[in-house]
């Protein structure tokens, strides 16, 4: 019983990871293809259009990552109104996030050719 | 210059986090596999002898992922006597830890493929 608790908890932190480790990247690379800067929610919609349906990426989530990310110098952002609501911030990649994304980029398929290789066995244990 | 540290403090942060999440998939994944228990550095000379050089996984880096797995419920271990050293601690999968494997794999996948359709910008945005 209380095993099952800790399997749960395991997993519950396995996602956490996995999602800490790629959403700065799945941002990078969105707003590298915008013609325009975006604000959140245009992103949270246009992760969840796609067929995959990820990791969840709610906008709760995308939020502290958006300002990490351009507290770091990666995005930039500026606050427009909205003639519909409360004044939207809208992202833009900066120079310094396209080369971060092309290094972050070449280290995601690193890791992931090394684990699916590792999944798949291609190692001789 | 500092926008240089804030850049790499962010790549380093990055490769932590996505190794964080891998590792204890990688470790479940070659001990599922595993014909007899296995010890520490049996297993990092396993991870390093695949053709992906993969995130860095020194011993160093190993043996508190598998203590915490072991915590957890999905590996367990045995410390046996060696005859060229100090005692070796062998670790194995346990059925917990099969049962986790298949669901971090699908977890896996989903990602996977989720970060890989977003690089090849096969969302509109």
Not at 45 to 56: A, H, V, Y
Not at 72 to 80: A, F, H, I, N, P
Not at 87 to 108: K, Q
Request: charged residues 30%; without cysteine.
């Amino acid at each position: 019983m209380n095993e099952m608790n800790e399997a749960e908890a395991a997993r519950k932190k396995f996602r956490k990871e996995l999602k800490s480790g790629t959403v700065s990247l799945v941002l990078l690379s969105i707003l590298s293809r915008a013609e325009h800067p975006m604000y959140g929610y245009q992103i949270t919609k246009n992760i969840d259009s796609g067929e995959g349906s990820g990791p969840d990426m709610g906008q709760g989530a995308l939020y502290p990552v958006l300002r990490s990310l351009e507290k770091t110098g990666l995005l930039e952002s500026r606050v427009e109104p909205s003639v519909s609501g409360p004044p939207r911030r809208y992202y833009s990649i900066t120079e310094a996030g396209r080369e971060t994304l092309v290094d972050w980029t070449g280290t995601w398929e690193e890791t992931r050719n090394f684990v699916d290789a590792t999944l798949k066995g291609d190692r001789d244990v």
